[in-house]
């Protein structure tokens, strides 16, 4: 159990362009989700955390308006990467958390989105 | 402010044991964590103490004194493929994860 999908696992695009990664919870209902970024060799990186049904809350230093964060669902949270630069190149990750059991308070995590700005 | 430290790398041999330790000063605590991450890959859930003591699941061990502010890892009967970044983090009283920067585990034969 506690499983949590990603889509696309890969994705290149040109710059000025936007990109959507979805973010799926499998078999729990995920009241919460997170999105991480990781740069190569570097640790986590919290952009943001959405609950189901109310707008996000970002870190300090990540822009909003550039990191669209849509929870609409108990299953679904989707981040769209607003006119992408290749500064945005990096690795996406999510992870959600339910109300229940082993997902009450443990992250699960996603098996990422490798994003390659051009 | 709030702070997790563990060594950034540690090379053990196949077969061996290792302790990964684990040290936080946060602001409240609701629990301590350990994920594993191989290189490109995700991170993946391996334990969660709240309680002191040690808790074990197979060849990892995981154990938390919480008056020290102090966890370690135990990894018996290493296997390459326990090569990989090992990461610790603590929930704060706000129930937000504070991550440390995570040990690099080289395995050598």
């Known amino acids: 159990g506690a499983v949590v999908s990603q889509h696309p696992s890969r994705v290149i695009c040109k710059s000025g362009t936007s990109v959507k990664i979805e973010c799926r919870s499998l078999?729990?209902?995920?009241?919460?989700m997170f999105w991480y970024r990781q740069f190569p060799k570097q640790s986590l990186m919290l952009m943001a955390t959405?609950?189901?049904?109310?707008?996000?809350?970002?870190e300090q230093g990540v822009e909003k308006d550039k990191f669209l964060i849509n929870h609409a669902s108990l299953t679904l949270s989707t981040l769209t990467v607003t006119s992408a630069h290749p500064e945005d190149s990096s690795f996406y990750i999510c992870?959600?958390?339910?109300?229940?059991?082993?997902?009450?308070?443990?992250?699960?995590f996603g098996p990422g989105t490798r994003l390659l700005v051009l | 402010g709030q702070n997790i430290d563990q060594p950034t790398e540690m090379t053990a041999t196949e077969g061996a044991i290792v302790q990964i330790n684990c040290t936080y000063q946060?602001?409240?605590?609701?629990?301590l964590f350990w994920y594993q991450q191989h290189a490109g890959e995700a991170p993946t859930f391996l334990s969660y103490?709240?309680l002191d003591g040690l808790e074990e699941k197979g060849r990892f061990s995981s154990f938390l004194s919480r008056s020290k502010g102090y966890s370690y890892l135990l990894l018996k009967e290493l296997q390459m493929k326990d090569s990989a970044s090992y990461l610790c983090?603590?929930?704060?009283?706000?129930?937000?994860?504070?991550w440390g920067a995570g040990t690099k585990l080289i395995i050598k034969p």
């Open positions: 992870s959600a958390k339910g109300l229940a059991g082993v997902t009450q308070e443990t992250q699960y």
């Open positions: 078999d729990f209902q995920a009241t919460t």
């Open positions: 959405s609950n189901e049904g109310s707008k996000a809350t970002y």
């Open positions: 946060t602001s409240g605590f609701n629990g």
């Open positions: 103490n709240v």
């Open positions: 983090a603590v929930m704060d009283s706000n129930y937000q994860l504070i």
